[in-house]
């Protein structure tokens, strides 16, 4: 195991000269180059197999879960830092080098959880404590959802099953990441794109535009662009993402998974994946995606309705006349919002710098939790890269640190994503370290970027404020359903009057929001919830039906889609993109709803006051510290004194909040 520790110096010079702390043993992450990965990749394959044969040999319980835990951290020293440089890395040879890594990892992951012998001695422990009976309950569910108590002939075909569902779901994401699809737009069809947009796409030699298929290049044109056939070309490219090949992979993956929970004696997927999850069964699911449809489907024709007599208004056509498609959503949706609210949110870019947006969300999270961050200068993996310790505020004691990694670059991963690094576990006094993955404008966020920024630095603060016993347990390794709340939760800092009164303390200079245009701003994004829950319920269904049921993805999701007002275009096969349902969001996709269920429930003790660091304080010691080494509908009850309730969730997509 190898550790790499921080510069003395680089600390010192934060510190001063006289009553400087010793610099804490601040665990970093090794940037690798393409070699050092394959090496560490290989070295550290034969290590783990090597400490699993030395725990196959034991016999009885023993020790067994501090053996697991010494294991689990050794591999994710390993494979944590790989995965997040396949992500981040500058150099394209050392991104690619981590894939075949990736996969040996994961068949990994499956040997050990088909070990017999390990097995045997976990089941025979008799847990001390109920962090270890927990442990004891995830590990044999481990085994039992790798195949282990499947009879020999059974327990081979699983393995099979998951070896190929994983190259399957590698080609799935592929085709989706090298699919070039460009789209040329005419510079008379950019007409109604900000400048800050123009700038940043620059046309080519014939005056054209030529835009590929990803969400900071699509969206905004789908939300801007004037002209309608433009954003159908666009909508239409984007919808068959990833190509048919993908249609039948998706095919074999939700088939393979129905074999799988056949093995088991289970009716379906659904079955076999939703008994590890919150709401342990299908029917659960199916009543609460009933709920929202019910719902929003009233407040979706409303919706729909505006919309229409906006693109008559804007056509000059008349109303009977004009119909509504799905590309039209998006532009018109902008349009009511910006006449109705009157919010410009490329004008916010000025209200909130980006280095500030970080500043406030730093403070933010420091008053709420009780914490310091230092910042200190450390080797990283690009120059725009920060890092920061993090320390307790009243103990002063150092408790973990991450990294911002901000701003687009040639090969980065192009969404906005909290990357674990290294998971806590006191057992081993070992502290968590995490990385925030983002791709903002250098020069200000919009309003929807200082939520995302919130929303991921959430997902930050649940893996570094980790205090568990054991390293599986840690930071967001809890159920599917549950990890977005904390994050969905911190989103609402963004939002309110209180909390952002605040960004005056780290920016005196920026032009700030009045109480009205929070209201606004606020009124503007509850605009549109129908269409969005409804995407949202459509999206859900269509995973519910194959995990149920799996016929030819295309044929189930056209039939569910032209249920809807706006119908099924034709020409278009979303299926082929929809990857989360491809990994590990399978059966999972309705868990985006049900954390906001609690997320907006959790919010209910902070409704006198936001930043009262007595409930913050409870919430990072009753949630963020305790990873899933408990069950998560225990914390939410030990944090809210009472059974959750999706009151405020129905509220809040219905506007009634
Ligand atoms: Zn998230």
């Not at 847990?127 to 195949?147: R, T, W």
């Not at 069809?189 to 700038?199: D, H, Q, R, T």
């Not at 939002?495 to 605040?502: A, D, H, I, S, Y």
């Not at 409704?607 to 408990?630: C, E, F, N, S």
Request: hydrophobic share 40%.
């Amino acid at each position: 195991m190898r550790h790499v520790f921080a510069i003395a110096a680089a600390a010192a010079a934060l510190n001063a000269v006289a009553a400087a702390p010793r610099a804490p043993d601040r665990p970093l992450l090794t940037v690798y180059d393409a070699a050092g990965i394959k090496q560490a990749c290989d070295e550290g394959l034969a290590r783990h197999r090597k400490a699993i044969a030395a725990m196959d040999a034991k016999k009885g319980p023993g020790t067994i879960l501090r053996e697991w835990n010494n294991l689990s951290i050794d591999i994710e020293n390993v494979i944590n830092p790989i995965y997040l440089l396949s992500n981040v890395h500058p150099d394209k040879a050392a991104r690619d080098a981590a894939e075949p890594c990736l996969s040996a990892y994961t068949a990994l992951q499956t040997e050990i959880f088909q070990d017999e012998k390990l097995h045997a001695r976990v089941n025979a422990l008799q847990p001390a404590n109920p962090h270890q009976a927990k442990m004891k309950k995830d590990l044999m569910e481990g085994f039992e959802d790798s195949g282990v108590t499947l009879p020999p002939g059974k327990r081979a075909r699983a393995k099979e099953i998951f070896d190929r569902l994983e190259v399957l779901r590698q080609d799935f994401d592929r085709a989706i990441r090298d699919d070039k699809t460009r789209v040329t737009f005419t510079a008379a069809e950019m007409e109604g794109m900000p400048e800050s947009y123009l700038k940043a796409h620059k046309p080519d030699g014939k005056g054209d535009y030529v835009l590929g298929l990803d969400y900071p290049w699509y969206f905004p044109f789908l939300q801007n662009a004037r002209n309608g056939e433009a954003r159908k070309r666009y909508y239409v490219a984007k919808l068959n993402e990833g190509g048919e090949p993908n249609l039948g992979r998706m095919q074999e993956i939700f088939k393979l998974r129905q074999e799988l929970a056949g093995l088991y004696g289970l009716p379906s997927f659904a079955d076999y994946a939703l008994r590890r999850k919150m709401v342990q069964n299908p029917q659960t699911v199916m009543k609460f995606l009933d709920g929202v449809k019910g719902a929003v489907t009233d407040l979706e024709k409303k919706e729909i309705e505006e919309i229409r007599a906006e693109k008559a208004k804007d056509l000059g056509t008349p109303l009977a006349d004009t119909k509504v498609d799905r590309w039209d959503v998006s532009y018109y949706q902008e349009r009511i919002r910006r006449a109705r609210f009157d919010i410009d949110q490329e004008k916010l870019r000025k209200y909130f710098p980006t280095d500030k947006a970080v500043d406030y969300t730093l403070l933010v999270s420091q008053r709420l939790y009780g914490l310091e961050f230092r910042e200190v200068k450390v080797p990283t993996w690009h120059p725009d890269v920060r890092y920061f310790d993090v320390f307790d505020a009243k103990s002063g004691k150092f408790m973990s640190g991450f990294y911002l990694d901000l701003f687009p670059r040639e090969g980065k991963f192009n969404h906005a994503a909290a990357f674990p690094i290294r998971g806590a576990s006191l057992l081993a006094h070992r502290t968590p370290l995490a990385a925030l993955v983002t791709n903002f404008n250098r020069e200000g966020l919009d309003h929807g970027e200082l939520e995302t920024l919130m929303h991921e630095f959430g997902h930050v603060m649940h893996n570094v404020l980790s205090r568990v016993d054991y390293n599986p347990e840690a930071g967001t390794s809890v159920k599917g359903d549950f990890v977005e709340a904390p994050s969905q939760m911190f989103e609402e800092w963004a939002r309110r009057e209180q909390p952002l009164e605040l960004f005056k303390e780290v920016c005196p200079g920026c032009p700030h929001l009045t109480h009205d245009e929070i209201a606004r701003l606020d009124a503007a994004r509850r605009y549109g919830q129908g269409t969005l829950y409804a995407r949202q319920w459509l999206y859900a269904s269509f995973d519910m039906a194959m995990s149920t049921d799996p016929q030819p993805p295309l044929a189930v999701w056209a039939k569910l889609e032209s249920s809807t007002p706006l119908g099924h275009p034709e020409g278009t096969m979303f299926p082929a993109s929809f990857s989360h349902i491809a990994s590990n969001y399978g059966a999972g996709y309705y868990g985006y709803m049900w954390s906001q269920v609690l997320a907006l429930d959790m919010l209910s003790p902070f409704k006198k006051d936001m930043m009262d660091p007595g409930v913050g304080r409870r919430y990072r010691d009753t949630i963020l510290a305790q990873g899933g080494q408990d069950e998560e509908m225990n914390l939410v009850k030990r944090f809210l004194g009472r059974n959750p309730s999706n009151e405020a969730f129905f509220a809040e997509i219905t506007g009634k909040r």
